[in-house]
């Protein structure tokens, strides 16, 4: 059993993976400031300890709860020091967002690994790399003490692709050694199998449904009885910013990164919707453009096309979280602000 330490544990993004994982592992504690994010995280995990402020989190504490693995996604914060006790876990698990990889921050972290006799991993990775349709690209390294193994040969690279290919026959039983992917030489670890077989079954269903890209269409990803007047964009928003817009709709096989600020920012905060497909985008947005000085028209137009913003239970899904976070009742009714450190969810 894995005895995980979860820092800045937002709304549990990490412990989700983890269950995710199918590997046995025990939460020991939890650091988080955000109450909002708390009380996510209390309601998804309620046998869980309630988060605590990271502060507070002393040297004796870390010896004492002596994990077998660190899981963060930390902001801009110095954080090494929970490596520098006297017996540091046998595992790290880091995500950032991308850029992280240049950053002075990663830098003295290395440093610290080195130091420490760690090997480790750093990847840059995005979900649509996974046949989800959202771009999110963000920076992970997975660390472990030197004397364990990775079931992949590590790098001083930071990879873009996983060092393993994810082509293991759908129900295929796992197997007791390692042993080569049935369409490549690489060998796949058995502790790997469970994961990759999920998967594959993902990838499968994705290509079957649309073999081009590789990506399902967004609409397995939206609610179809949405309550469309609690998700419309504000006449405001449609005013000032229709041009700032990232509009998708339940055909489009792709979504923009959501962060903290969707629905009260519109800029690079993440896609809306056009509700109504019939109505034509194009045509519409020329229109808008030529009209100066009749605000309602504007309005008028634009208001055909039926933009909203992606729900919180929606987001979530296109986060991976399992059925039980994303059909949460208590969220419904309000646009995605289930964010919370700027960057939604490790
Ligand atoms: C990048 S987010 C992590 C998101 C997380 N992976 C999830 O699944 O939601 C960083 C988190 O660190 C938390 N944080 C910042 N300062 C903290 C502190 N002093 N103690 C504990 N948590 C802190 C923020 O509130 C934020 O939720």
């Given amino acids: 059993m894995l005895r995980i330490l979860e820092l800045y544990s937002g709304i549990g993004g990490m412990q989700t993976a983890a269950q995710e994982s199918g590997l046995p592992f025990k939460v020991e504690a939890s650091y988080e400031i ?11 995990f309620p046998g869980a300890g309630k988060p605590r402020n990271i502060l507070g989190l002393t040297v004796e504490d870390l010896t004492g709860l002596n994990p077998d693995i660190i899981m963060m996604s930390p902001p801009c914060q110095p954080f090494t020091r929970f490596l520098s006790v006297p017996q540091p876990p046998r595992m ?5 967002v991308a850029g992280y990889e ?19 991993q750093e990847f840059l990775l995005s979900p649509t790399q996974f046949g989800i349709p959202n771009s999110r690209l ?3 390294l997975l660390a472990k003490l030197s004397t364990e193994s990775f079931p992949f ?23 007791p050694h390692s042993k080569p992917c049935c369409q490549c030489s690489k060998p796949i670890k058995p502790s790997l199998q469970l994961l990759l077989q999920k998967f594959h079954s993902h990838y499968e269903e994705c290509s079957t449904r649309n073999p081009s890209s590789g990506l399902p269409s967004l609409s397995r990803y939206l609610d179809a009885d949405i309550d469309l007047n609690n998700f419309l964009l504000p006449e405001k928003v449609l005013k000032k910013y229709n041009m700032l817009l990232d509009i998708v ?15 009260h920012y519109v800029e690079g905060t993440g896609s809306v919707i056009q509700h109504n497909t019939q109505a034509d985008m194009t045509e519409i947005y020329s229109k808008v453009q030529m009209i100066n000085d009749n605000e309602p028209l504007k309005i008028e137009l634009l208001g055909q096309l039926e933009l909203r913003y992606f729900s919180p239970e929606e987001v979530a899904r296109l986060m991976c ?23 939604l969810v490790g």
């Fill in 34 to 44: 955000n109450p909002v994010a708390i009380e996510v995280y209390c309601r998804s």
């Fill in 138 to 140: 963000r920076y992970y």
């Fill in 102 to 120: 240049t950053s002075q921050t990663r830098e003295k972290l290395v440093d610290m690994l080195l130091h420490r006799g760690y090997t480790w």
């Fill in 153 to 175: 040969t590590t790098s001083q690279m930071v990879l873009t692709e996983l060092p393993f290919c994810l082509c293991v026959p759908r129900g295929a039983p796992a197997q």
């Fill in 321 to 343: 979280f399992p059925p039980c976070v994303t059909r949460s009742n208590d969220v419904r009714g309000e646009p995605a602000a289930i964010t919370n450190g700027g960057c």
């Fill in 92 to 96: 790290i698990l880091l995500e950032n």
């Fill in 249 to 263: 709709n339940c055909h489009s096989q792709r979504s923009c990164c959501f962060t903290k600020g969707y629905a």
